[in-house]
């Protein structure tokens, strides 16, 4: 190696240009037309069907009062049909029967006397 200058060669780097890549922004995709239309039709159907069950619990209440008004009217018409059974009984007496009798006027033969059995 000898002393000899050598000619110094200068490594010039070349310039790195740092180029700033710019990420397009993520845009949220649009919602599509039949995702809207698909939307509308659930929502639609969702709202018809809420409908539906509280139209129909509706008339299931109003089915339930008239029959209870009816329950109640029956209940009723047995306590008045008991009441003048009761009274029936009341008033067939034999007792009560005899003594109306003789105040009419009417006497009592052994011999015409029939035996009716009831219920």
Same mark, same amino acid.
């Given at each position: ?16 240009t740092?180029?700033v890549k ?6 949220r995709s ?9 939307a ?36 009723? #018409? ?25 105040k ?9 006397i #029939? ?5």
């Open positions: 190696m000898s002393n000899l200058a050598r000619k110094q060669q200068t490594y010039v780097q070349p310039k790195s740092t180029e710019i990420k397009p922004l993520h845009k649009q919602i599509t037309l039949g995702e809207k239309l698909l509308a039709l659930l929502i639609a159907f969702v709202s018809f069907m809420a409908i539906k069950v509280i139209s129909t619990q509706a008339a299931i209440y109003s089915i339930n009062k008239d029959i209870q008004k009816t329950e109640s009217s029956i209940q009723q #018409k047995i306590k008045v049909r008991d009441d003048l059974k009761m009274q029936v009984n009341d008033l067939s007496r034999y007792d009560r029967i005899r003594a109306i009798a003789k009419k006027g009417l006497k009592l033969n052994d011999k015409n #029939k035996v009716v059995e009831g219920k």
